[in-house]
């Protein structure tokens, strides 16, 4: 079979379109034959209510394990966070990131707001009117 030279083009077009689409669709997996090091001792600061920590773990940099050290991250309300840990698959290792995974024991518990009792707020308007001195009230003539 002889290949002219609008085929090639033709060809050639379709192959590049083939390798641009490719990268879109494709997953990367990394496949780690070197299990990660005991996981190193952190100790946690006092953190902020709203705030949980996320422990620290080993990555992967290509070439070796590296320590990535914990942090506070902002909480989320009926969520836990589940931190990164690495998964072994056979000989393989794969490292699952962390997340933010539904509590099945979360209870949401509404703040109660004390209640004031209306009579004690008072304000200037609420003195002047019952006479208390401080300037002219109902009962205040000059």
């Known amino acids: 079979m002889i290949i002219t030279p609008p085929l090639k083009k ?8 083939g390798a641009a689409a490719a990268p879109a669709v494709a997953q990367v997996s990394i496949n780690i034959n070197l299990a990660p090091p005991q996981p190193q001792y ?4 006092v953190l902020a209510p709203a705030q949980v920590w996320a422990p620290g773990y080993w ?7 590296v320590w990535v050290r914990g942090h506070a991250i902002q909480k989320r309300e009926g969520y836990r966070w589940a ?4 998964e072994q698959r056979g ?11 539904r509590d099945a024991n979360y209870v949401y518990v509404k703040d109660k707001k004390d209640k004031k009792d209306k009579y004690e707020k008072h304000d200037k308007h609420n003195d002047k009117r019952h006479g208390n001195g401080h300037g002219k009230g109902h009962g205040d003539r000059d």
């Not at 952190?42 to 600061?45: D, F, L, R, S, T």
């Not at 699952?96 to 995974?101: F, I, M, S």
């Open 59 to 65: 990555a992967w940099t290509g070439e070796r394990h």
């Open 42 to 45: 952190e100790a946690v600061p």
């Open 83 to 86: 931190p990164d840990r690495w």
């Open 91 to 101: 000989n393989a290792y794969y490292r699952q990131p962390g997340a933010w995974v």
């Open 10 to 17: 033709i060809m050639l077009a379709l192959l590049l379109a």
